[in-house]
C-alpha cells in the first residue's frame, strides 16, 4: 500500500528550504513533487545571528522559532497545491528544522523551526528533533542520511560511497553486500565557499563554481587549513558552522594577504574536494563508485576537483541512480519520518557512535487522539 510523506530541509549553508513530497512503495521512494523557498534576507539575517552567541539570544530564539516554522508551512502548502495532493492524504511531515547549534563534544545540538507550529499550520502530524536522542544515546546526533543511503544506494556488487555535500560534507561507505556501514562528516562543503563569494563579489554562492575555476589554488594555502586537526580525528566525527566559520576563514588567511580572491576560492574549492577524498582513501579505500548529492554537485569545479582527487574511483552525481541530487537530503527526512511513525530506527551506530539502535524524533500529532471511553 503506497504512503505519501513530507520532507523539509534547510541545511548549514542557509541557501534555501527543500520541500518534497514522496511516496513509498515496497519501502522504496519515489519522488512525487518538489519545492523550495528562499530565506527571506531578515530572518535568514537572524538565523546567522542566532548560530553564534550573542546577547539575549533566548528573546531572539523566542522570535526566529516559530519564524521558521511559518515559512516550513508556507512551503508545504505550495508544495501540496501544486502536486494537487490534499494535506489528508499525507501521512507525516519529516522536519529536519534549522541547525544552530551543533556541539557533540559538550552533548547537545539544537535544530529550530517549532514543530507544534508547523503541526497547526498546515494539519499534518510532523516528526522533528530527529538529532538528539542519537546524542542521548551516546552518538553524534551527525550524520543520519548514511541509514537512508544504505536502503536506498547500497549495493550487493559495488563498492560504493555517497557523498552530500551542503554546508559541510558528509560521506556514506556503502560496502558491496555488507551491514558494516560507516560514514562521516568530512569538513566544509559549500559554507567556506558560499561565504568567499558573498564577501567579495556579493553573490549567495558561486555559480557552477565560476570563480573557482579562474586560477589554480593555493598549495600553502590548501596545506594550512588541512593542519585543521578536525582532519586528522578517527570517525565517528562530525562538525559545522562551530568550527568552520568566517572567523576560522579570516584567522587562517592571515599570513596569505597577497593572494587574489579567486586563488582563495579555488583553494577553499579544494579544501572540499580534499577533505571528501582523503576520507574515502583512508576509510574506504576498495571504493569503487562515488556519488554526489546535495548543493555541491551542481559545483561543475568542486566536481572536476574530486574527479582529480579520486582518479581510480568513478564519480557522478545521484542522478545516475535516478535520484536528483538537490532533493536527496530532503527525500532522506521523509524517510526517516516514515522511519519514526513506524517505530524503527533511524539512526546507525556504526556512524553516529550511538551505543545502539535508537527511533529518532518527537512525533507532533495534527489531531488529537481521544479515549472514546472517557467521561
Known amino acids: 500500500m503506497s504512503e505519501i510523506y513530507l520532507g523539509l530541509m534547510s541545511g548549514t549553508s ?5 520541500a518534497v513530497a514522496v511516496r513509498f512503495d515496497d519501502h522504496r521512494p519515489a519522488l512525487i513533487a518538489s519545492q ?23 528573546r531572539l530564539l523566542a522570535e526566529v522559532d516559530p519564524a521558521i516554522a511559518h515559512l516550513y508551512a508556507q512551503a508545504v502548502k505550495t508544495l501540496l497545491t501544486n502536486a494537487a495532493l490534499p494535506a489528508d492524504q499525507v501521512s507525516a511531515i519529516g522536519s529536519h528544522g534549522q541547525t544552530i547549534r551543533h556541539l557533540p563534544e559538550l552533548g547537545y545540538t539544537l535544530q529550530i523551526g517549532d514543530p507544534n507550529v508547523l503541526a497547526e499550520q498546515t494539519g499534518i502530524t510532523v516528526v522533528a528533533d530527529f538529532r538528539r536522542r542519537d546524542m542521548a544515546a551516546g552518538g553524534q546526533g551527525a550524520p543520519l542520511v548514511p541509514a537512508f543511503h544504505h536502503a536506498v544506494f547500497a549495493s550487493d556488487n559495488t563498492h560504493r560511497v555517497v557523498v552530500n555535500i551542503g554546508g559541510i560534507s558528509n560521506i556514506s561507505i556503502l560496502p558491496a553486500a555488507s551491514q558494516q556501514i560507516t560514514g562521516f562528516d568530512t569538513g566544509p562543503g559549500n559554507l567556506l565557499m558560499d561565504h568567499w563569494c558573498q564577501q567579495q563579489w556579493l553573490k549567495p554562492f558561486d555559480p557552477d563554481g565560476f570563480h573557482a575555476g579562474q586560477e589554480p589554488h593555493d598549495p600553502i594555502l590548501l596545506e594550512t587549513m588541512l593542519s585543521e586537526s578536525f582532519f586528522r580525528l578517527p570517525p565517528p566525527k562530525s562538525t559545522g558552522r562551530e568550527l568552520f566559520n568566517p572567523e576560522w576563514l579570516q584567522w587562517i588567511l592571515k599570513g596569505f594577504s597577497g593572494l587574489s580572491p579567486t586563488t582563495i576560492q579555488a583553494t577553499l574549492c579544494r579544501l572540499s574536494a580534499r577533505g571528501i577524498a582523503d576520507a574515502i582513501k583512508h576509510h574506504a579505500a576498495e571504493t569503487e563508485e562515488v556519488f554526489v548529492c546535495g548543493g555541491g554537485a551542481r559545483n561543475r569545479t568542486l566536481m572536476k576537483m574530486l574527479c582529480e582527487e579520486l582518479p581510480n574511483q568513478k564519480v557522478q552525481s545521484t542522478s ?25 530506527p533511524g539512526n546507525l551506530p556504526n556512524v553516529t557512535g550511538a551505543t545502539d539502535s535508537r527511533v529518532l524524533g518527537g512525533i507532533y500529532r495534527a489531531t488529537c487522539v481521544t479515549d472514546a471511553g472517557s467521561d
Open 14 to 18: 542557509l541557501d534555501a528550504i527543500d
Open 36 to 58: 523550495t523557498v528562499a530565506w527571506p534576507a531578515e530572518l535568514k539575517a537572524k538565523i546567522q545571528q542566532l548560530c553564534h552567541p550573542g546577547n539575549n539570544e533566548i
Open 320 to 344: 545516475a541512480l535516478g535520484f536528483d541530487p538537490q532533493w536527496v537530503e530532503a527525500i532522506a527526512f521523509a524517510w526517516l519520518a516514515r522511519q519514526t511513525m513506524k517505530g524503527l
